[in-house]
């Protein structure tokens, strides 16, 4: 009976270790140009993770000068689309100037709170709540003109 128990943990943690990635490497690798076609606040379903990484990074916009910065942040969302607990930082890469990088960590958290709650469907809901979630915010280096 142990054993079963165990294991069943066991797949548990594993399918929430890949949400956790699958999510992270969702929202940093293709958020950004999402949310180019989703607005900040979008009251449109979310039934998908790159649906939620769009309505996201929606409402992201990294301060000018944090180019190649990026923070990973690691939270749950409730199935009602709401924060679960406080988000963690758990990756940074920084910059020296630390009003810079104040003004960076403070617009992730802003973008979270903005994009919050998300609008999911149900099942979107169910399939999400409680997982834990990492997704990486990269600032795009910016052009030199």
Known sequence: MRMASSKRLGMRMTFRRTVAIFAAAVIAGCGQAWAQERACGSRDPVNSIAEMSAAIYACWQPPRGTGGM???????????????????????KLGPDHSLNRAFVASV???????????????????IAGRILAPLFAASQERKS
């Open 109 to 127: 958290l802003e973008a979270l709170e903005k994009a919050l709650p998300l609008p999911f469907t149900d099942s979107m809901g169910e399939a």
């Open 70 to 92: 990026s923070l990973t942040l690691r939270f749950s969302l409730r199935r009602n689309g709401t924060l679960f607990g406080k988000p963690r930082a758990t990756f940074s």
